[in-house]
């Protein structure tokens, strides 16, 4: 049983900077895909972006394209998304999650087997 923790969220203003991190206990990533996912109040968990430990493909959703990376830290056998140039609108709880997804089904929720508890981003002035 894979177990995710993720850390790094916090309250910045827009314009800022956020390092998010996701961390496994009880295995590792070799040979998943992982992806980070957001839900604000009331609204529902949409996809931000995700990363195949193997091979380092990174998919991206629009609305973050440009301004959010996904890595690998190999030497830490984390999940890094580093989140520049924020916006209100990018608070939300984000959570990471682990699956084989294929390439069509990275950014739905349902492809993702293993979810981390979801760590809190506040983006305001």
């Known amino acids: 049983q894979v177990q995710l923790v993720e850390s790094g969220g916090g309250l910045v203003q827009p314009g800022d900077s956020l390092r998010l991190s996701c961390s496994a206990s009880g295995g590792s990533f070799g040979g998943y895909g992982i992806a980070w996912f957001r839900q604000a109040p009331g609204k529902e968990r949409e996809f931000v972006a995700a990363?195949?430990?193997?091979?380092?493909?990174?998919y991206y959703a629009d609305s973050v394209k440009g301004r959010f990376s996904i890595s690998k830290d190999r030497a830490n056998s984390a999940v890094v998304l580093q989140m520049n140039s924020l916006k209100p609108e990018d608070t939300a709880v984000y959570s990471c999650?682990?699956?084989?997804?294929?390439?069509?089904?990275?950014?739905?929720?349902?492809?993702?087997?293993?979810w981390g508890q979801g760590t809190q981003v506040t983006v305001s002035s």
């Open positions: 990363i195949r430990w193997s091979g380092g493909n990174t």
């Open positions: 999650a682990v699956g084989r997804p294929i390439a069509s089904s990275v950014s739905t929720t349902t492809a993702y087997y293993y």
